[in-house]
């Protein structure tokens, strides 16, 4: 844990640099482009199963239409984590190689390029995984619900397994003769990244300082110099 707190310090860190918000900026943007038209998609296909069948009258359908809007807006704080793991996940070899770049340069210059198809790979992995893990998780999640506090812990748990394994993909995609990082500096990169998302504000920052992270905690473990 003591290596995943210092690199996630080392992270923040990385945030001012020019290019790093450049691609703060872009995957918010298009994080909030496609969360935006998940909801309208939604919403419309909402009234329009209710227009179609007929199963509200006019002013029913109204605070029908109204109560979707709202429970759009929460599903996107909690659709918000799947969606920016997979827009970073497209524009993970930029931020990898300017961290690398800047700290590592030696691994930099052993770097294998990864192509855009590779990263759309990745980044569709990561999803996959993420549903399936969460899907797989869901009875669990409602018998812990009766305890009030449970789920959502057991939620970061699971949570902490799945991003710490796909950040670490996203740095060794650069790096295939690397070795994989042990299980608990893993488990220590997930659990940090997955509290990020959870934080209100920080959460927004949580992708790309996760991606960082995971940059510091593979360099640091394998012993690469740090500038």
Avoid at 138 to 165: D, E, W
Avoid at 166 to 189: I, K, Q, T
């Amino acid at each position: 844990m003591t290596r995943a707190i210092h690199a996630f310090f080392l992270a923040l860190r990385d945030l001012p640099n020019p290019r790093v918000l450049r691609i703060l900026l872009q995957s918010l943007a298009l994080t909030l482009l496609l969360l935006i038209a998940v909801g309208a998609a939604l919403y419309f296909a909402a009234r329009w199963a209710m227009d179609h069948w007929g199963w509200l009258g006019a002013a029913e359908q109204d605070m029908a239409g109204i109560l979707v809007v709202l429970l759009i807006v929460a599903g996107s704080w909690l659709l918000f984590r799947a969606v920016a793991i997979v827009v970073v996940g497209l524009f993970a070899d930029a931020i990898v190689a300017d961290v690398e770049g800047r700290h590592y340069p030696a691994a930099a210059a052993r770097a294998v390029d990864v192509r855009w198809r590779q990263n759309i790979r990745l980044a569709l992995a990561s999803l996959a995984r993420l549903i399936g893990g969460n899907l797989l998780a869901l009875p669990v999640y409602i018998l812990l619900l009766v305890t009030g506090i449970g789920t959502p812990i057991f939620a970061l748990f699971v949570n902490a397994l799945l991003l710490g394994r796909d950040l670490e993909a996203m740095v060794l995609a650069r790096h295939p003769d690397r070795p994989r990082l042990g299980r608990p500096a893993r488990w220590s990169l997930g659990l940090l990244s997955a509290a990020s998302f959870v934080v209100p504000v920080a959460n927004l920052l949580a992708p790309i300082v996760s991606a960082a992270m995971a940059v510091h905690m593979l360099h640091l473990a394998s012993g690469d110099p740090n500038r």
